[in-house]
């Protein structure tokens, strides 16, 4: 879908994202995902992957953005943005705020799932004006990444039962909570993430043509947002002595950075900025990979560098407690750790899995078993399991 304006009620609809007569609702409790933007990143791919398990089972789905990032969700039905772009000050900001709590009232949801720091603010406040009875926020981003004042703001919406529930995606992520307050603490849950593979019926050669990368070279790769929490600086800085190519797919404020960097460093003909790619093309994108990097500095589960192990890319990931846990079967690491912002350990690293195939078929061998450790259907049925609980008491029927 082309960029479009917004409309008069403050809202931008997706392609396909009509009224739904009445009649035509699938039978099941109405359930609204607010997110922070609209683009293709981890945490709006559980968005996606979930709202699709769960109108597989009945419910009626809608998504909502905060503002409009990228095209990644254009063309995903029941979607809406409140703003075409990020609120660039109190005016703009409140404009978005406003059209969101109007799609709420609108819909009348029986349940929302908010979704990271600032859609769990946002969304909880504007789910109280709109009369939504239910909130669950679900918990996307590491402690560290979250502003101080964000942090003071959730503990207070737990206190006083903002929300119903805080679901969390990782033993790390929840052990971030140990100091809490008991009446916060009882409302947190885990659910860990479920994913979709990553498949590509192609070979190597033929995922390299597509997405017009080196044919021979030794290509590694990663897959996130352009952002320097994702830390791909250091990515780049194992190029230099070494004949690699790396492949960044992903879109963000960080790439003019990024290629600052390997213009200095002398390796920017060696740096492919693939730009954002639907999830239908990851699997091409790990396929034409030698190794896959993970230098991120902190995540709550690291979905990407998860894809690509299950995909059978050895990885190569900073040395980080939740990466350590997620990236492992059965008590067995699927991926080396490493201090990413170690250089020369960093490339020493991805240079055992280049020259040891055995070693690196060892970890592709048990990387594709994570597929049946973070099971999709799980996930979807454990949020489902947890929407019935905290919404049979309140349910009332969703008003046409």
Same mark, same amino acid.
């Given at each position: 879908m082309t960029q479009q304006a917004v409309l008069a009620d403050g809202l931008m609809p997706a392609a396909g994202n009509g009224a739904v007569p009445a009649g035509a609702r699938p039978a099941g409790r109405r359930v609204v995902l607010v997110q922070t933007k609209a683009e293709a990143a981890? $945490?709006?791919?559980? #968005?996606?992957?979930?709202?699709?398990?769960?109108?597989?089972?009945?419910y009626d789905v809608y998504s909502i953005f905060l503002f409009r990032r990228t095209a990644a969700f254009d063309r995903e039905p029941n979607t809406a943005f409140c703003a075409a772009q990020r609120p660039t000050g109190p005016v703009t900001l409140l404009k978005m705020f406003v059209a969101l709590v109007r799609h709420l009232k609108e819909l009348q949801p029986?349940?929302? =799932?908010?979704?990271?720091?600032?859609?769990?603010?946002?969304?909880?406040?504007?789910? !109280?004006?709109?009369?939504?009875?239910?909130?669950?926020?679900?918990?996307?981003?590491?402690?560290?990444?979250?502003?101080?004042?964000?942090?003071?703001?959730?503990?207070?919406?737990?206190?006083?039962?903002?929300? %119903?529930?805080?679901v969390v995606n990782c033993r790390a992520i929840e052990q971030e909570y140990a100091a809490f307050p008991r009446r916060y603490r009882n409302r947190v849950m885990?659910?860990? !993430?479920?994913?979709?593979?990553?498949?590509?019926?192609?070979?190597?050669?033929?995922?390299?043509? =597509?997405?017009?990368?080196?044919?021979?070279?030794?290509?590694?790769?990663?897959?996130?947002?352009?952002?320097?929490?994702?830390?791909?600086?250091?990515?780049?800085?194992?190029?230099?002595?070494?004949?690699? !190519? =790396?492949?960044?797919a992903g879109q963000g404020e960080a790439r003019r950075e990024l290629a600052a960097l390997a213009a200095a460093l002398g390796v920017n003909d060696r740096v492919h900025f693939l730009g954002?790619?639907?999830?239908?093309?990851?699997?091409?994108?790990?396929r034409a990979l030698d190794v896959f990097v993970f230098p991120s500095l902190a995540e709550t589960f690291g979905l990407a560098a998860v894809e690509a192990a299950q995909a059978g890319v050895?990885?190569?990931?900073?040395?980080?407690?939740?990466?350590?846990?997620?990236?492992?079967?059965?008590? %067995?690491?699927?991926?080396?750790?490493?201090?990413?912002?170690? #250089?020369? $350990?960093?490339?020493?690293?991805?240079?055992?899995?280049?020259?040891?195939?055995?070693?690196?078929?060892?970890?592709?061998?048990?990387?594709?078993?994570?597929?049946?450790?973070?099971?999709?259907? $799980?996930?979807?049925?454990?949020?489902?399991?947890?929407?019935?609980?905290?919404?049979? %008491?309140?349910?009332?029927?969703?008003?046409?």
């Open positions: 981890g $945490a709006q791919e559980i #968005t996606r992957i979930l709202g699709r398990g769960l109108t597989a089972r009945g029986d349940v929302a =799932l908010c979704f990271q720091h600032y859609g769990i603010l946002v969304g909880t406040l504007a789910a !109280h004006m709109a009369g939504t009875p239910i909130v669950i926020a679900n918990r996307t981003s590491s402690k560290s990444l979250v502003p101080r004042w964000a942090r003071a703001a959730d503990l207070a919406f737990g206190l006083i039962g903002l929300f %119903r529930r805080v885990r659910i860990d !993430h479920g994913f979709e593979a990553k498949a590509a019926a192609l070979g190597r050669n033929d995922a390299r043509k =597509l997405l017009k990368l080196p044919a021979d070279a030794t290509l590694v790769g990663s897959v996130g947002r352009l952002h320097p929490g994702k830390n791909l600086a250091a990515a780049i800085r194992i190029l230099p002595g070494r004949d690699w !190519h =790396l492949a960044l954002e790619l639907p999830p239908a093309r990851i699997g091409a994108f790990l050895p990885v190569v990931a900073n040395d980080i407690d939740v990466l350590r846990e997620t990236l492992a079967v059965g008590g %067995r690491p699927c991926a080396l750790f490493v201090n990413a912002n170690d #250089t020369g $350990a960093f490339a020493t690293a991805v240079q055992r899995l280049v020259e040891d195939r055995q070693l690196a078929a060892v970890l592709a061998s048990r990387g594709t078993q994570l597929s049946q450790r973070y099971s999709l259907g $799980a996930m979807v049925e454990r949020y489902a399991g947890l929407i019935e609980a905290v919404a049979r %008491r309140s349910w009332r029927p969703a008003k046409a």
